[in-house]
């Protein structure tokens, strides 16, 4: 099986910050900064090269509105935003994702001074981000009115 759709389907454990029909974002689980977030479409298509149109322009859509978000609950100065096709790209999970990495200037905000890039955090941080970055999107699409925003 594969481990994203097993957390698609809720059978294995993901920190949901966005869901729609068809998309979903989730914490990364060996994030690379502070607010890493994988978005996914839910119909599995190994690599960005093997979905459709349609799904790569919706694709596109969610993962602004979600970056908008994580960039927004993080306090980020900037953003990653990023693919990897094949393995010697760096593709680990073959199901189409798209990477949203939080960047700063400087230092990380204090609320982040204990992260270590690249390794499971503890429950508490993906708890955490789970839920200030919920509270982005909602504050972001009040202020759109727009339903797409999950």
Same mark, same amino acid.
């Given at each position: 099986?594969?481990?994203?759709?097993?957390?698609? &389907?809720?059978?294995?454990?993901?920190?949901?910050?966005?869901?729609?029909?068809?998309?979903?974002?989730?914490?990364?689980?060996?994030?690379?900064?502070?607010?890493?977030?994988?978005?996914?479409?839910?119909?599995?298509?190994?690599?960005?090269?093997?979905?459709?149109? &349609?799904?790569?322009?919706?694709?596109?859509?969610?993962?602004?509105?979600?970056?908008?978000?994580?960039?927004?609950?993080?306090?980020?100065?900037?953003?990653?935003?990023?693919?990897?096709?094949?393995?010697?790209?760096?593709?680990?999970?073959?199901?189409?994702?798209?990477?949203?990495?939080?960047?700063?200037?400087?230092?990380?905000?204090?609320?982040? @001074?204990?992260?270590?890039?690249?390794?499971?955090?503890? @429950?508490?941080?993906?708890?955490?981000?789970?839920?200030?970055?919920?509270?982005?999107?909602?504050?972001? @699409?009040? @202020?759109?009115?727009?339903?797409?925003?999950?």
């Amino acid at each position: 099986m594969c481990l994203f759709c097993g957390i698609i &389907n809720k059978e294995l454990e993901g920190f949901f910050i966005y869901e729609d029909n068809n998309y979903v974002a989730i914490l990364d689980k060996y994030p690379i900064s502070p607010g890493h977030t994988l978005v996914i479409p839910k119909k599995h298509f190994e690599n960005y090269l093997d979905a459709d149109d &349609n799904t790569l322009s919706e694709l596109a859509k969610v993962v602004k509105i979600v970056s908008l978000g994580v960039k927004d609950a993080v306090k980020a100065d900037g953003l990653r935003i990023l693919t990897n096709i094949g393995e010697s790209a760096g593709q680990v999970i073959f199901h189409l994702h798209i990477h949203v990495i939080p960047t700063w200037e400087g230092d990380y905000p204090e609320l982040f @001074k204990s992260f270590k890039p690249r390794r499971e955090q503890s @429950k508490e941080y993906y708890e955490l981000l789970q839920k200030i970055i919920r509270e982005s999107i909602e504050k972001l @699409k009040r @202020k759109t009115g727009d339903d797409k925003w999950g």
